[in-house]
DNA sequence: AAATGATCCTGAGAGC
DNA sequence: TGCTCTCAGGATCATT
C-alpha cells in the first residue's frame, strides 16, 4: 500500500522522466476508480507540457498551465513507465503518452482516483480533498510543539489520531505503528494525553520513521530511469513490528501484538509501548 | 464538533 | 484441483 515513501518516490521518478515534456495524449481504459476519472481528459490535456510533479500527502499533483491533475495510488495503485507498443497490462487503467516516454497507472483495487482541477476553480490547495489535509511532515514547520497541539485537541487513540492525516499527513497504517514503536507509546493512548515531551520522541520517530523508507525507496526510483521498470508497490521494510503478530519484539523479545483500531489492524510490543 | 462505522474493490490465502 | 469465504487497506461519507 503506497504510503507517503512510496508515492515521494514515484513523484521523484516522475519528475525525472516527464517533467517539462509535452504530453501527447491520454488513453483512459477504466474511468471506475475511487470517483469516476474526469471525462474528457485527453481534449483537456492534449498537447500541454507538464510544467511540474508535485505532491501533496498522497496526492501526486501534474501541474499544467491551465490546472492541475489530481493523482492518488489508493491503495494497490503504481505508476510504471513502459516501453512504445507494450501490451496493456490487466488493470492498466490510465495512460499518459509523453513525447518519447509513457506511464501507465495500474491499480487492481481501484481505490486510486485521476481527476482534473482546472486553474478556473482557484488553487488546487482549496481543493477539497486537499483542503483539510494536515501539515507535510517533512515542512519545517512540523514541529513537536506543533505536533503536541495537534494531539492535544482530540480525545481519540494516538494511532488513530495518526492515521486520520488531520494533523500530519502521510503517516499510513504501517508507519502509524512503527513510529509509535519506535517512540514507546502505547497505540491506544489517548491522544490528548501524551506529554510534550512523548510527543516531542513522536515527532522524531515519525519523520526517522519515513526518512528511512524514503531512503530505501532509492531502489524503486532506479527503475524509473532504467529499462526494465518494475516499480514494485510495496517496499521492502524491515517492520519492528508491522504484520509480526507473535513474532519477538526486535527490542525486548517479548511477543508482539496485534489489535483492531477503527477497522485497521495495529501492531505494538506490550512491554516496550506504554500508555 | 468529534468519533464511529460503512463503503468502494480485487487478489491472496485459508479451509474444505 | 478448485471452489467459497474472509480479509486487507486509504480515505471519504454518512451516521451517531
Redesign the pocket.
Known amino acids: ?3 507517503l515513501p512510496e ?1 515521494e518516490t514515484t513523484r521523484r521518478g516522475l519528475d525525472m522522466i516527464i517533467t517539462g515534456k509535452r504530453l501527447l495524449a491520454v488513453h483512459v481504459h477504466e474511468a ?1 476508480m ?2 469516476p476519472v474526469t471525462p474528457g481528459l485527453n481534449l483537456i490535456l492534449q498537447g500541454k507540457p507538464l510544467l511540474a510533479c508535485e505532491r501533496r ?3 501526486l499533483l501534474l501541474r499544467f498551465e491551465h490546472g492541475t491533475l489530481l493523482v ?5 495503485g503504481s505508476l510504471r513507465h513502459v516501453q512504445a507498443g507494450e501490451f496493456l497490462r ?2 492498466d487503467h490510465v495512460e499518459w503518452c509523453f513525447e518519447g516516454v509513457t506511464v501507465r497507472l495500474n491499480d ?4 486510486g482516483a485521476v481527476l482534473w482541477h482546472a486553474n478556473d476553480a482557484g488553487p488546487v490547495a482549496s481543493h ?3 483542503a ?2 494536515g501539515i507535510e511532515p517533512f515542512d519545517a514547520a512540523f514541529t513537536p510543539q506543533m505536533l503536541h497541539a495537534g494531539l492535544q ?5 494516538i494511532k ?2 495518526l ?3 488531520q494533523i500530519v ?2 503517516v ?3 508507519y502509524a505503528s512503527e513510529s509509535l514503536f519506535a517512540a514507546r507509546i502505547h497505540p491506544r493512548t ?3 494525553r501524551v506529554s510534550p515531551a512523548r510527543a516531542k520522541r513522536l515527532h522524531a520517530a515519525i519523520l526517522d520513521t519515513l526518512e528511512k523508507a524514503l531512503e530505501s525507496g532509492g531502489s524503486t526510483l532506479r527503475n524509473y530511469t532504467g529499462t526494465q521498470g518494475e516499480p514494485g508497490a510495496y517496499f521492502d521494510i524491515h517492520a519492528a513490528v ?2 509480526r503478530e507473535n513474532q519477538p519484539c526486535r527490542s525486548c523479545g517479548t511477543p508482539i501484538r ?1 489489535i ?1 483500531q ?4 495495529t501492531f505494538y510490543c506490550p512491554k516496550c509501548q506504554r500508555y
Open positions: 500500500m503506497p504510503e508515492v471506475r475511487r470517483w500527502g498522497k496526492y492518488h495510488l489508493g491503495m494497490s490487466k488493470h487492481p483495487r481501484r481505490f477539497p480533498l486537499l483539510g489535509l485537541a482530540r480525545s481519540v487513540a488513530q489520531a492515521l486520520g492525516g499527513v502521510g499510513g497504517n504501517i489517548p491522544a490528548n508491522y504484520d496485534k483492531v477503527g477497522q485497521r489492524a
